[in-house]
């Protein structure tokens, strides 16, 4: 190839063309939905979904009061 071609594909790439942006955006959809199935499919034992009714007793995880425990045992 000699420099012109060069210089025209290279042209060509910055120039972000709307079809080039299009095949991002699906690539990249694509992509996440692949990895959101993958996470799913590792953790399936571990994510469970209940709908819980008013009243009912459920455990949360208070991570600010985790972090300042933290400190206060590291002083």
């Known amino acids: 190839m000699n420099p012109v071609d060069f ?11 709307p079809e080039d942006l299009r095949h991002a955006a699906k690539t990249l959809k694509k992509a996440r939905f692949k990895s959101k199935l993958q996470f799913e ?3 399936h034992l ?7 009714a008013p009243g009912d007793l459920v455990l949360v995880r208070n991570t600010q009061v985790e972090k300042e425990l933290n400190r206060k045992t590291k002083a």
Do not use: A, G, V
């Not at 210089?7 to 063309?17: G, M, N, S, V």
């Open 41 to 43: 499919q590792k953790y």
């Open 46 to 52: 571990r994510m469970h979904r209940k709908s819980f």
């Open 7 to 17: 210089l025209t594909l290279r042209i060509r790439q910055i120039e972000k063309r």
